[in-house]
């Protein structure tokens, strides 16, 4: 099979050559038709995240076709078609296992970062964290549910009963929450990058009720603010948007250091919380979600061969919407 792989953090992802992975028990093989380029990906590949296996095949927004299974796997048959998503396996053991918060096993395995992933012809998951993709969604569309949805679907659940929220970095997350928050009749406010016009006008179009700079006060206050871009300046911009109570919810993997900010910003119960990974019960409920909003996902599709530039629109943050791989 060909496959982009990461030999070492720093440097450009090579085209490869090699056989095609076996399933072992409980796994299934994919032949993957789709594999969504995330923001985790670029931090990966830019060496911002510690101890990948490598050479570490990326990617961990992978629609595909079962081909074969291993033994013992329940659930799937050939031609089914499948998603796998960021968290690929967990322990089953530790403390955070067994409270049902397995987004924070202490021992997890994650697709394209301790497993080789999607930007491959080929690979192969574990049975047990693959998904059904349900709704008439083509297989470029459907990737970035699995990761962008996902975890916006999480950080949306983590700000609460929010009617006003403020997203701040309008890219492949925001653009799925937003139409789950309008769905929902939650008011979104959109803050995009200063003079980003296409960002604003996309974030508009997709039913924010404002749209602006970054470094500019929303016209209401806040009940909650996501933030998506790895931007630690963005903390104290949210927190002094949101209401007295209100909640900052930080939804990526890496950030900047966030600089110092005046405690009366924070006071007033105020709280900053991170949302990390995912558990197979949100994958769950939001793959069944989507279809029923209906989550329509913009995307800009790239030969495999081409997962570099599809890496570097993602750095520039030149797309609206998500960045899809095609074997
Ligand atoms: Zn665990
Ligand atoms: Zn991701």
Known sequence: MKAMVLNTPGTRLQAIERPDPEPGPGEILIKVAACGVCRTDLHLVDDELPDPKLPIIPGHEIVGTVLALGDTVGGFSPGDRVGVPWLG??????????????????????????????????TVADARYAFPIHGDYSDAEAAPLLCAGLIGHRSLRMAGDAKAIGIYGFGAAAHIVAQVARFAGRNVFAFVRPGDDAARDFALQLGATWAG?????????????????????????????????????????????????????????RTIRSVANLTRKDAEEFLELAPRVPVRTSVKTYPLAEANAALDAVRAGHLTGAAVLIP
Not at 95 to 100: D, L, P, T
């Open 89 to 122: 396996r967990t322990c089953g053991h530790c403390r955070y296992c067994n409270m049902g918060s397995e987004n924070l096993c202490d021992e997890p395995g994650f697709t394209g970062y301790q497993i080789d992933g999607g930007y491959a012809e080929r």
């Open 213 to 269: 700079s970054s470094e500019e006060q929303p016209p209401d206050e806040l009940d909650a603010a996501i933030i998506f871009a790895p931007v630690g300046g963005l903390v104290p911009a949210a927190l002094s948007a949101v209401r007295k109570g209100g909640i900052v919810v930080c939804g990526g993997i890496h950030m900047s250091d966030i600089p110092s900010f005046p405690y009366n910003i924070l006071w007033g119960e």
